[in-house]
């Protein structure tokens, strides 16, 4: 779901009562890190969305997959007519590009955590594009310069 060379899961949860009672849920989990990408609310109560849940691949071509999710006892084709939602979960707003480490800020602890993903085989930034600080399509030590650059000298926000 996010592009992170990671396959990731989705689970259902069909008696949620997030958006009312039995509306149901599905939850999206990094396959890298267990965290969870987004979440898939049912419309109204008693839907049991997330009772079936199953990957698509990439229907609409735009590089990530999508998922359908089904709610059998939705209502809005006729009392407990059923539904099948496809889903795109690009969970990138939840992601600040140059946060390499996934902690919420820009520190040097992003660059550590980049040198340590370049150098010594350490877990890649989940998803990757977070690393790629100078917008070039690629992680490398260009990303770390214009981290360093950024933090110490005023360089330009990492923002593509």
Same mark, same amino acid.
């Given at each position: 779901? &996010?592009?992170?060379?990671?396959?990731?899961?989705? +689970? *259902?949860?069909?008696?949620?009562?997030? %958006?009312?009672?039995? +509306?149901?849920? %599905?939850?999206?989990? !990094?396959?890298?890190?267990? !965290?969870?990408?987004?979440?898939?609310?049912?419309?109204?109560?008693?839907?049991?969305?997330?009772?079936?849940?199953?990957?698509?691949?990439?229907? &609409?071509?735009? *590089?990530?997959?999508?998922?359908?999710?089904?709610? $059998?006892?939705? #209502?809005?084709?006729? %009392?407990?007519?059923?539904?099948?939602?496809?889903?795109?979960?690009?969970?990138?707003?939840?992601?600040?590009?140059?946060? +390499? =480490?996934? #902690?919420?800020?820009? &520190?040097?602890?992003?660059?550590?955590?980049?040198?340590?993903?370049?150098?010594?085989?350490?877990? +890649?930034?989940?998803?990757?594009?977070?690393?790629?600080?100078?917008? #070039?399509?690629?992680? =490398?030590?260009?990303?770390?310069?214009?981290?360093? !650059?950024?933090?110490?000298?005023?360089? $330009?926000?990492?923002?593509?």
């Amino acid at each position: 779901m &996010n592009d992170d060379g990671y396959d990731d899961l989705i +689970a *259902g949860a069909r008696g949620s009562d997030n %958006a009312g009672l039995n +509306a149901g849920r %599905a939850y999206i989990y !990094s396959g890298r890190t267990g !965290s969870v990408l987004c979440t898939l609310d049912g419309e109204a109560e008693g839907d049991w969305l997330g009772y079936s849940v199953s990957g698509a691949g990439d229907i &609409n071509n735009d *590089g990530y997959d999508e998922l359908i999710v089904g709610a $059998p006892l939705n #209502d809005a084709g006729g %009392a407990d007519a059923g539904r099948a939602y496809v889903f795109s979960c690009q969970a990138e707003d939840s992601f600040v590009r140059g946060d +390499a =480490n996934g #902690d919420g800020i820009i &520190n040097v602890g992003d660059i550590v955590y980049l040198v340590s993903y370049l150098y010594k085989s350490g877990p +890649a930034p989940d998803p990757v594009w977070v690393g790629d600080c100078n917008c #070039d399509e690629i992680v =490398n030590v260009g990303d770390i310069v214009f981290l360093v !650059s950024y933090l110490y000298k005023g360089g $330009p926000e990492p923002v593509c």
